[in-house]
C-alpha cells in the first residue's frame, strides 16, 4: 500500500521500468474499485477504470500523468492508502 499524496510519482516511475505487457492494478482498500495500467508498448499504456465508470482508454507517456490525476481523483475520493498490485502479462484485472 502507497500514501495517495505520493502515489502519482511513485506509479508513474514504476510503469517507466516495466517490460510491454505488464501492469499494475490501483484498488481501494476494500477492493471494490480499480484502475489498471497496462504497458502496450515503450510510449503507449492502456488504462481500465472499474468503480464509478468503467471505461477504457489508450494514452502515451504524457498524457498517462493527467489521465491517472484524474482517475485517482474520482475513484480513490477519500483514500488515504492505495493497494497496488504488479500484473503480469496472464494476469487479467
Known sequence: MIDKAAALPTLLAR??????????ALLTYKRDR?????????NRYEVRENGFAKT????DQ????????????REFPRSN???????????EC
Open 81 to 91: 492508502k492505495i493497494r497496488v498490485r504488479e500484473l503480469s502479462a496472464a494476469d
Open 15 to 24: 510503469l517507466r521500468k516495466m517490460e510491454t505487457g505488464r501492469g499494475l
Open 62 to 73: 504524457v498524457g498517462l500523468k493527467g489521465l491517472l490525476r484524474t482517475l485517482l481523483k
Open 34 to 42: 480499480s484502475v489498471t495500467v497496462i504497458r502496450l508498448d515503450v
Open 56 to 59: 477504457t482508454k489508450e494514452t
